[in-house]
């Protein structure tokens, strides 16, 4: 396994005074924790100080730290194993590891100071406790969100042995999502979390919607927004146009004398729910880059057609 | 290994209630913290009948929460413990997040929109 370097970790000098490896783990914190941060790697990052921070704090965890780190406990291979016969103080007292995730603790951490404490629970088989409730992101197309479907996630679930040591095993679960579920949306699948301990009763699994980045529509609430391109003919004239929406494609008139920016709305072409949203369709009047000599002789018709308009006349001309 | 068996996630579940004890068990805290979060505005059990006795101390008893006061809850308590924030630091807090999600989500669609606009 790899050794790893509690001081850069916590951005601190190996000389660094209890009270400035304490501000620098709280600046850290702050910065990485996953309910704060929106940094990709925010979780594993968290661990990871929470983990060098256990240590750092502790005068005797950081004396043998600082002492396999001198020692070089590293091998050819670029490996970390403790030496032979190592045995942390820690790992003979009850309360050895104390930090508030403990059990998240890296396999590194755990051949240095053991997992007592930390990682084991209680192991009076009368000791009940609930499962842990567990929380999943489900990023969904819209298309998926608005049909409804079935997707299969795989879940970390902590399952714990009969001495009550903290294992993690992988659970498949094939969903079905409703049709018409919204961004933000949470979904509880009650019992799909955590098993209880004790013959206690497992935990739920919740999950939370995301929407992924649509190529065309844009979601508002409860309606879908679309940026529809015309040509200055079409707005000019009025036109009927197909138009893609979440359920097909479907005919829009377009009336005539529209405007860049102007919406239209298609009733009920949303997202569905007992109250579905809307299609909200964006015009945007839109030139081709070239024009033949002939369209550029029509358009000069034109200007000299409609020499009294001034589209600039809000700006006080 | 065999075929993993569908799980329905059913949108009724979302209009799941839970009761204070409940909720305290689940998010591992005292009651008395639930109840100064409800005090400090972090999270409200949903609203029932609202006469005078339901805000009542004796009534905290009949509270009831839904599932994203629960999940505000789980939030709320790590980074309580994670961070030592006190609550009216919590209260603050939570409230900037959420005013920074809702900022976020309008810059997505308004670079969405405005993408649209420049020459492609």
Known sequence: ?????????????????????????????????????????????????GEAYEVLKDETKRSEYDQLRKLGAQQADGGFRPPPGWKSAADFSDAGNTGPNSEHFSDFFESIFGNAGGNRRQSNE???VRGEDLHYKMALLLEEAQRGGQQQITLRVPQSDTSGLVSHVDKTLNIKIPAGVTPGQRIRLAGQGAPGIGGAEAGDLFLEIEFAPHPHFTVDGKNIVLTLPISPWEAALGATIEVPTLSGKVNLKIPKGSNSGDKLRIKGKGLSSASPGDQLVILRVTLPKEHSEAAESLYRQLAEQESTFNPRATLGE | MSTPTIHIADIEHTAALFSLSEICERCGVKTEIIVEMVEYGIVAPVTQSLTAESHAVHAQHSWQFNLDALIRLYRAQRLRRDLELNLPGL???????????????????????????RDE
């Open chain 1, 126 to 128: 009368r000791f009940r």
């Open chain 1, 1 to 49: 396994m790899e050794f790893k370097d509690y001081y850069k970790i916590l951005g601190v000098t190996e000389t660094a005074d209890a009270s400035a490896i304490k501000t620098s783990y709280r600046k850290l914190a702050r910065k990485y924790h996953p309910d704060v941060s929106k940094e990709e790697n925010a979780e594993h990052k968290f661990k990871e100080l």
């Open chain 2, 91 to 117: 209260a603050l807090s939570l409230e900037l997040m959420d005013q920074v999600d809702t900022l976020k989500q309008q810059i997505t669609t308004l670079r969405h929109e405005l993408s649209k606009h």
